[in-house]
């Protein structure tokens, strides 16, 4: 299946900064792609659909101003969590659509391996 | 407003022996696709097995199948032959025609048991 690798796999990071997490499609070009957060042993709870080249759609309840999501390029998507505080502490998982024939469905999600964020 | 249930926390199967995991949805749509998710500790989400809601076979993948009650609106991932890796949380989700999103049901945890 289609690969989608996120970066960086774990961080923890001061209450107040900021941090950048990565989500690229590493052989497929994705013009949309999916930002999840998820609490322990909980499900998925989708925070905003990220659209190559426009802005992002987020979810009710979501502050886009805390979650700034850029997609640069068909195979880039950033997810910047600004001033991060305690409560930010989550898991956050993206994925990408794979738009081709060969996708079953043709709207399967390839998930990344996920980023645990932990601020202190 | 569209709902995926899954009804058991948490599952316990002998290795080597098949187990059922129950997903339900409640949607008016007629066009949608159906998925299973695999998430074992490590946290990545693996992509398991699709059915379409126009499908007239059951999907299957390997010691996956769906099995699908569309009438009963109902999705069961059936793996057979379990295996000691097969312990993991496994999700079922849906994707609607009418949007991008997917939806997650609340997962189960299956473990196998040597």
């Known amino acids: 299946g289609a690969v989608v690798s996120q970066h960086p796999s774990r961080v923890i990071c001061k209450s107040g900064t900021s941090v950048k997490i990565e989500c690229r499609s590493l052989d497929f070009q994705a013009t949309t792609m999916f930002w999840y957060r998820q609490f322990p042993k909980k499900s998925l709870m989708l925070m905003a659909t990220?659209?190559?080249?426009?802005?992002?759609?987020?979810e009710q309840g979501v502050e886009k101003d805390k979650f700034l999501i850029n997609h640069a390029s068909l195979t880039l998507s950033t997810l910047t969590v600004t001033s991060a505080h305690p409560e930010d502490s989550s898991f956050y998982i993206c994925s990408a659509r794979d738009p081709s024939a060969n996708a079953p469905g043709t709207d399967t999600q390839y998930f990344g391996p996920g980023t645990r964020l932990t601020v202190l | 407003a569209q709902k995926i249930t899954q009804t058991q926390p948490g599952m316990f199967v002998q290795e080597k022996e098949a187990v059922t995991l129950d997903c339900t949805y409640d949607t008016s749509d007629q066009s949608y696709g159906l998925f299973w998710y695999k998430q074992p500790s490590s946290g990545e989400m693996i992509f398991l097995i699709y059915q379409g809601s126009y499908d007239e076979q059951n999907a299957t993948e390997g010691r996956y199948s769906l099995n699908f009650q569309k009438a009963r609106k109902s999705a069961n991932l059936v793996i057979s032959a379990s295996q000691l890796g097969d312990s993991a949380m496994y999700f079922c989700a849906m994707r609607f025609k009418t949007g991008n999103q997917f939806y997650f049901g609340t997962g189960t945890s299956l473990t196998v048991i040597p």
């Open positions: 990220s659209n190559e080249g426009s802005k992002a759609t987020y």
